[in-house]
């Protein structure tokens, strides 16, 4: 039976914060920059009805992909538990991304939530120009060089469930051959590679790491070929950052009866008998989180990371496929990991 190791805990409320000012912009009246943001509903929950609370949530694909799913399920829950709706917004082409941010801000929407960096630059460009909304952005990591006061970063720790995945790759292997497939060089997928390549060098610095680039995101053939061609070198552990090219991975893996991981959500249901774990990133509880936050009156446009000490889980094991050592082991690194025992990489020069 699968389990997730960690149990989900929400994060605790941020401080409620006060309008500490007015300015004059292009979307009307404004704050000074320091921490808070947005309407006088900001200061307190808010004076809206839910039905009224007007939120865009702009992507740059459709919402197919498993991570763009579990995002559904967090806006299925803000409208379920909450009342509130939300307005989906596909920009596919590059061009989009800040024509239909604005156009949104035009429409004054309370809330502009965007996913993954591509909006970033639009997002600091308009953020200022309508200081009556709210932009919160998920794969950002701004740190402390956030001084727009009506834009919140969200970020995820991926490096440490890609961590506790190398190291479940570590104890499985029976050949010391271990394989990262992944779909493109970006910071984000090379996160993934550096705790992968951490957690693996944790338990066994004599474990080779195969490194396979797909250069698509959006290929299940060409994962499966590559795939095909790690297990046949004798790598018989593949953990996969590809999104769709990564279901090719899990189809190889199949048919060479070898184990592989999986990403964003619990993908063991694709390929019970192969894959043993996979790295999890809770869009949907992040969507939730902070979107419930913003309508509550508890936005702030400090950095939030969500991970293990938040708890939030991050790995998902198919305990069908471990031994009750191995599953020992990984709950002991979790723990380290909480407790800041273990300093885990972001970067790496692996390639």
């Known amino acids: 039976m699968k389990k997730l190791f960690c149990k989900r805990l929400f994060l605790a409320a941020m401080a409620a914060v006060m309008l500490l000012g ?18 006088a509903s900001q200061s307190g929950e808010n004076q809206k009805d839910p039905a009224d609370y007007k939120v865009a949530v702009l992507t740059i694909r459709k919402m197919t992909t498993p991570a763009d799913l579990n995002t559904l399920e967090g ?5 379920d538990e909450m009342g509130i709706d939300c307005k989906i917004v596909e920009c596919v082409e590059i061009a989009e991304y800040k024509e239909q941010m604005q156009a949104v801000c035009e429409e004054n929407y309370d809330v502009v939530y965007f996913i993954y960096d591509n909006f970033l630059e639009a997002a600091k460009e308009l953020a200022p120009l309508y200081p009556e909304t709210l932009f ?8 402390e060089d956030n001084d727009i006061p009506n834009l919140k970063p969200l970020h995820f720790r991926s490096e440490q469930g890609a961590f506790m995945c190398g190291v479940a790759a570590a104890l499985k292997t029976e050949t010391d051959q271990v394989a990262f497939l992944g779909g493109g060089i970006n910071p984000g997928i090379v996160t993934f590679l550096a ?10 610095p004599d474990c080779e790491l195969v ?3 797909a250069n698509t995101f959006d290929d299940p053939l060409k994962g499966k070929e590559l795939a095909s061609s790690l297990y046949s070198r004798g790598v018989d552990v593949i953990f996969q950052a590809a999104n769709q090219t990564g279901l090719g991975v899990f189809e190889a893996a199949k048919e060479a009866g070898k184990y592989a991981i999986g990403v964003d959500v619990d993908q063991s249901d694709l390929a019970p008998e192969n894959i043993i774990a996979s790295c999890l990133l809770d869009h949907g509880f992040a969507t939730y989180d902070s979107i419930s936050k913003a309508y509550n ?15 939030i889980p991050v790995i998902a094991l198919n305990e069908d496929l471990l031994d009750e050592e191995t599953l020992n082991t990984i709950k002991e690194v979790e723990q380290k990991i909480i407790d800041g025992e273990i300093e885990i990489p972001k ?3 692996t390639k």
Do not use: H, M, P
């Open 195 to 204: 705790g992968y390549e951490a957690g693996i060098k944790y338990i066994n």
């Open 136 to 143: 919160i952005g998920l794969w950002i990591d701004l740190g």
């Open 347 to 349: 970067t790496t020069e």
């Open 211 to 213: 490194v396979s680039w």
């Open 75 to 79: 806006i299925d829950k803000l409208r």
């Open 297 to 311: 009156g508890e936005f702030t446009n400090e950095q939030v990371y969500y991970g293990l000490a938040e708890g």
């Open 22 to 39: 007015a300015l004059t912009g292009c979307g009307g009246t404004g704050t000074t920059s320091g921490g808070s943001a947005g309407s």
